[in-house]
């Protein structure tokens, strides 16, 4: 019996458990460990191995039109309500770890990341058609990779509701980073103001 074991092991190629990703249309460089593979305008994540780890979704974000990435373990994703894009953050097990809750983001960098986040408040007065008059709002704010707000860097600004909807003239995120802790904001009088985070 052992023979014949041994004839069949030498006479067969062994099964094994490879993984093999065909019909790939991009694969990136590695960072921070894994890879953004694009398949079918969706983006999926493999390790080293070349296994599959985040598998494809639609949801991951391709920040300024390249690919997606990984910036201190958290990559950025969105969500569509009710015909508003809202941006929010994945680990590298694919679980949303920070809620899409933000109109404007930019992937992490050195422990930060820059977002817009949308307030809407009610007033006491009322329309013609004695509905309650709705005042939004937007902050633009440095966050933390537990969504923490780090710095408050500018607004309140109003916010035209419709054209979030309409994707015109939505609020743009107006901050970069100069050096790993100073944020320089550009303001609306084309001034700049900047910001040293604090560790």
Not at 21 to 43: C, R
Request: glycine share 6%; charged share 20%.
């Amino acid at each position: 019996m052992k023979q014949l074991i041994l004839i069949l092991l030498t006479c067969f190629p062994l099964i094994t458990n490879a993984q093999v990703l065909s019909k790939i249309d991009k694969v990136t460089p590695f960072q921070e460990g894994l890879g953004a593979v694009e398949k079918n305008n969706s983006w999926g994540f493999i390790n080293s191995e070349g296994t599959l780890i985040i598998d494809y979704r639609k949801d991951v974000v391709a920040f300024s039109g390249e690919h997606p990435v990984f910036n201190n373990g958290l990559c950025l994703i969105q969500e569509v309500r009710d015909g508003i894009t809202f941006y929010g953050y994945i680990n590298k097990m694919g679980e949303k770890v920070i809620p899409t809750e933000y109109i404007a983001a930019t992937p992490f960098k050195n422990g930060y990341a820059r977002v817009i986040k949308y307030y809407k408040s009610k007033t006491n007065a009322t329309n013609a058609l004695g509905k309650t008059i709705v005042n939004y709002s937007y902050n633009e704010l440095v966050i933390d990779t537990k969504n923490k707000k780090v710095q408050h860097l500018r607004g309140p600004n109003t916010l035209l509701f419709k054209n979030l909807k309409s994707k015109q003239n939505q609020p743009n995120i107006a901050s970069q980073f100069i050096s790993d802790r100073l944020i320089a904001v550009k303001e609306k009088n084309g001034t700049y103001t900047i910001y040293k985070l604090d560790e």
